[in-house]
């Protein structure tokens, strides 16, 4: 009995083996986005893309979908995604909110963006309000309210809407 057991235990190791050799050479990176309430009904969700292909949405108020649902990227979709956020991606921790250079003024009642960037150079941090908009965050702003768009089956959980002729459109 033990012999047989053996074998099937050393494939089951060459296959473990194997399995991580491929996954250390492959760098892994992974992207969550969590975006908070606003005054009014705007989405409030969080989701976590990985470079793998692999998604996962929780609608939390004002999103298509509500609760967790899993969803996939392909691989041009990782890079448009993560090509937008790239540029904003910190060392360590920033938060742009009230009080932080880049918002000297801010308007009230708008809702705050937070994404996370993990991956073989460690962890990134962004928190963003937007209501801190001016000249030097107008691009961050627009890509963090786009990225999401990037993505497909990820866009269709959080906010679409049928218009008339049943043509599905994002509310503005």
């Not at 060459?14 to 606003?38: K, L, M, N, S």
């Not at 991956?119 to 801190?132: E, K, P, T, V, W």
Request: charged share 25%; hydrophobic share 40%.
């Amino acid at each position: 009995m033990v012999r047989r057991i053996i074998p099937y235990l050393q494939l089951t190791a060459v296959f473990f083996v194997a399995a991580t050799t491929v996954r250390a050479e492959v760098p892994f990176e992974r992207i969550t986005v969590e975006r908070g309430p606003c005054l009014g009904t705007c989405p409030v969700y969080r989701f976590v893309v990985n470079s793998d292909g692999v998604g996962l949405f929780e609608g939390r108020k004002f999103t298509t979908a509500s609760g967790v649902h899993r969803f996939a990227v392909t691989p041009e979709e990782w890079s448009s995604f993560e090509a937008v956020l790239r540029p904003f991606r910190p060392r360590g921790t920033e938060d742009i909110t009230l009080g932080h250079p880049l918002c000297a003024r801010m308007a009230t009642d708008h809702p705050v963006v937070s994404v996370t960037w993990e991956d073989g150079d460690g962890i990134g941090h962004l928190r963003f309000n937007f209501g801190c908009r001016d000249e030097k965050t107008e691009t961050m702003a627009d890509a963090l309210a786009s990225a999401p768009d990037l993505i497909p089956p990820l866009a269709d959980l959080i906010e679409r809407i049928r218009l008339e002729e049943g043509e599905l459109h994002h509310r503005e």
